[in-house]
């Protein structure tokens, strides 16, 4: 089980905008950034957004990022069919020392 | 270029030992904490542990404390994730990845990923 609770799956058509939503709690999405990435089968995880809405240079502003209180979402405008991949949202948790805690993943598809 | 180069695929037997690495570059690797991520086939990614760059300070997930050693050289800018007695179940492929500088970050920087066969 998951420190940080994502849905499963989510999809859409192109040109239609996703949501994923990320729960956690005071210990991590309460106190720290959250961070979401993009994992496509076979490559290593890549930052969407950091800071809970920044985005990296050479994302697209299609990927926002956004966070209040112990929960967050990411949100995918104008889905293209290169978006098809599985979400991670993660935050630094201050408790047992400290680590980073990731949500279960969320798979998504492009119809 | 900020970037962690894993090491490459291993594929060994159960019982025996291996060390991985990670080296970066492009960046104050001293100053940072390199962590360690599995991701088992079709499943999600666990946080397995984290070193600091300057003084080998090291935190292990509950899940693998004992089960693997983490260690860094910063004279040469590289971290390691060690087994002493590998089992099957250690089939996965690890990632390092940096956590970002200032206070609150997670991870702002991945390492290419290594996979790890584990097989008789």
């Known amino acids: 089980q998951s420190a940080l609770t994502q849905p499963p799956s989510a999809s859409g058509t192109p040109g239609q905008r996703v949501t994923i939503s990320c729960s956690g709690n005071?210990?991590?999405?309460?106190?720290?950034?959250v961070y979401w990435y993009q994992h496509l089968p076979g490559m290593a995880p890549k930052v969407v957004v950091y800071?809970?809405?920044q985005r990296p240079s050479g994302v697209p502003d299609r990927f926002s990022g956004s966070k209040s209180g112990t929960s967050a979402s990411l949100a995918i405008g104008g889905l293209r069919s290169e978006d098809e991949a599985d979400y991670y949202c993660?935050?630094?948790?201050?408790?047992?020392?400290?680590?980073?805690?990731f949500g279960g993943g969320t798979k998504v598809t492009v119809l | 270029e900020v970037q962690l180069v894993q090491s490459g695929a291993e594929v060994k037997k159960p019982g025996e030992s291996l060390r991985i690495s990670c080296k970066g570059s492009g960046y104050t690797f001293s100053n940072y904490w390199i962590g360690w991520v599995r991701q088992m086939s079709g499943k999600g990614l666990e946080w397995m542990g984290i070193?600091?760059?300057?003084?080998?300070?090291?935190r292990y997930s509950p899940s693998f404390e004992g089960q693997v050693l983490i260690s860094v050289d910063k004279s040469i800018n590289t971290a390691y994730l060690q087994w002493g007695s590998l089992k099957a179940s250690d089939t996965a492929m690890y990632y390092c990845?940096?956590?970002?500088?200032?206070?609150?970050?997670?991870?702002?920087?991945w390492g290419q990923g290594t996979m790890v066969t584990v097989s008789s």
């Open positions: 800071r809970n809405n």
């Open positions: 993660a935050a630094w948790d201050d408790s047992l020392s400290g680590r980073v805690v």
């Open positions: 990845a940096r956590r970002g500088f200032s206070s609150g970050e997670a991870i702002d920087i």
């Open positions: 070193i600091y760059g300057r003084d080998s300070d090291t």
């Open positions: 005071s210990s991590n999405i309460g106190s720290n950034f």
